[in-house]
């Protein structure tokens, strides 16, 4: 196909030992071409999976689903439903009461899990954002790399974070004190080792790379009814049951096959 095509390109008058030659040259810088996009395209992965994580904002979609880009999080629930297309490499952020579920229906977010929910809540008058990720367990392909999967969440998560503040940026805006609010992720895995819960610190810590992190619990709600305390049941199906040594009383729903995360020992 390539010698076809540089064959149609050569002048009618060329003498034939320079077209042979002309030819061959051409088929040579090709064959180079080629080679070189396919190193290239081999390259691509590994510079995006150890090189630097950079959020772009003109690769993010942002969809407000029944909520105000306005009110505080203390007046409704405010959930985040993010996911990623490796085919177009762009974003897609929906802005809801609750986790937006037909974003997670496509066979490719089954297989690779690789979405990621969050919520605000507030704990005894105090707001703070609560992020979980789903690290393995449910199928055998994501149990083959759980400590791979865990480096590319965390390496990841300040560009989500940053998505959640560029997309969510009018209600950010009105209520500057959130940047405050500390960060809580949960990774969800049937591995001890990263089935963990870590403090990013707050908000404006937390979306960049170098922030500090700690492996600790959040604040617990109260335990009766209160006004202090919002939302009373979370809106994110995964384990929010957190039980472990010394630690008691948090209160939370639980997802039948989903462990829960327990952070190491301190």
């Avoid at 010394?246 to 989903?258: D, K």
Wanted: some cysteine; glycine content about 6%; overall charge positive.
């Amino acid at each position: 196909m390539c010698s076809l095509s540089a064959n149609m390109l050569l002048p009618t008058k060329l003498k034939p030992a320079y077209s042979d030659k002309l030819g061959n040259s051409t088929n040579s810088l090709l064959v180079a071409n080629t080679r070189s996009k396919r190193k290239n395209q081999s390259v691509v992965p590994m510079a995006r999976l150890f090189g630097p994580a950079i959020f772009e904002s003109s690769k993010l979609k942002v969809l407000f689903l029944g909520v105000d880009d306005k009110k505080l999080p203390p007046t409704l629930p405010r959930t985040y439903t993010l996911t990623h297309s490796d085919i177009t490499a762009k974003l897609t952020l929906a802005i809801s009461h609750s986790v937006n579920n037909s974003q997670l229906q496509g066979w490719a977010n089954r297989l690779y899990r690789d979405e990621v929910v969050a919520e605000w809540k507030k704990v005894k008058g105090d707001m703070s954002l609560h992020v979980h990720c789903h690290i393995s367990g449910g199928h055998f392909l994501l149990d083959l790399f759980p400590k791979l999967r865990y480096y590319i969440f965390s390496k990841e998560l300040p560009v989500v974070l940053k998505a959640i503040v560029h997309g969510d940026g009018n209600l950010l805006n009105n209520y500057p004190d959130l940047q405050e609010s500390l960060v809580w992720v949960y990774f969800h895995s049937n591995v001890d080792e990263f089935n963990r819960v870590e403090c990013w610190g707050p908000l404006w810590e937390a979306t960049s790379p170098d922030g500090h992190r700690t492996q600790t619990l959040p604040e617990t709600r109260c335990k009766d009814e209160c006004s202090c305390c919002f939302p009373q049941v979370s809106s994110i199906p995964w384990s929010h049951s957190l039980s472990n040594e010394g630690v008691a009383g948090y209160s939370g729903t639980q997802t039948e096959g989903m462990p829960t995360p327990n952070p190491e020992k301190l």
